[in-house]
C-alpha cells in the first residue's frame, strides 16, 4: 500500500501527459489560424487583380469594344493584367498560384444605348458601355501543399467599370 501511496503522489510525469493531451488542440489552433489567414490573403489578391483589370479596361480606346464587344487583343490584355498584373506578355508571373491560365478570367461588355446621357457619355453611338471582369481560381491551400488532402475551394470576383477610353 505504500508504494501505491508514493506512486500516486509522484508527479513526475504528470508535465509530458498535460502535454500530450493539449498539443493536438494547439496545433490545429496554429494551422487553422495560418489557413485562415492565407485564405483572406488569397481572396484579397483575386479581388484586387480583378478590380485592376477592370480600371485598365475602362481606359482602353472605345475602338477596343466595336459592337458592345472586346476584340480578342482587348480581351486578352485585359486577362493577363488579371492574372500576372501587366497586360503585355513581358514576363511577369501569375498573381497567385494556381491562376495559371488567363480563360480563368471572364470579360464581357455591355451597352445602354437608352437613356439620357452627359459629360462623355452624350456622343457615344452605343450609349454607356461598360465592362465586367470575373474570376474564377482555385484556392491553393497551405495543408494541400505540405499533403493533406483539402477539398478544392474556389475564389471568386467581380468589378465592372464604364468605359471612357483613352
Known sequence: MTEFRRL???????????????????????????????????????QKSVRDAARYAARLPMTSYPSCVP?????AQIQRMARTGRPDNGGASQRLQGWSANNMTTVTVSCEPTGTYTGIYIEFP????????????????????????????????????????A
Open 8 to 46: 500516486a503522489a509522484d508527479r513526475a510525469g504528470s508535465s509530458a501527459a498535460e502535454m500530450a493531451l493539449v498539443m493536438p488542440l494547439l496545433l490545429v489552433l496554429m494551422f487553422g489560424t495560418f489557413e485562415l489567414g492565407h485564405y483572406f490573403l488569397s481572396e484579397h489578391v483575386v
Open 71 to 75: 476584340t480578342a487583343a482587348a480581351e
Open 126 to 165: 452605343t450609349g454607356v458601355t461598360k465592362v465586367r471582369v470575373s474570376a474564377q481560381v482555385p484556392y491553393p491551400t497551405l495543408l494541400g501543399t505540405i499533403g493533406l488532402g483539402v477539398p478544392s475551394l474556389q475564389l471568386n470576383a467581380a468589378s465592372e467599370s464604364a468605359v471612357y477610353g
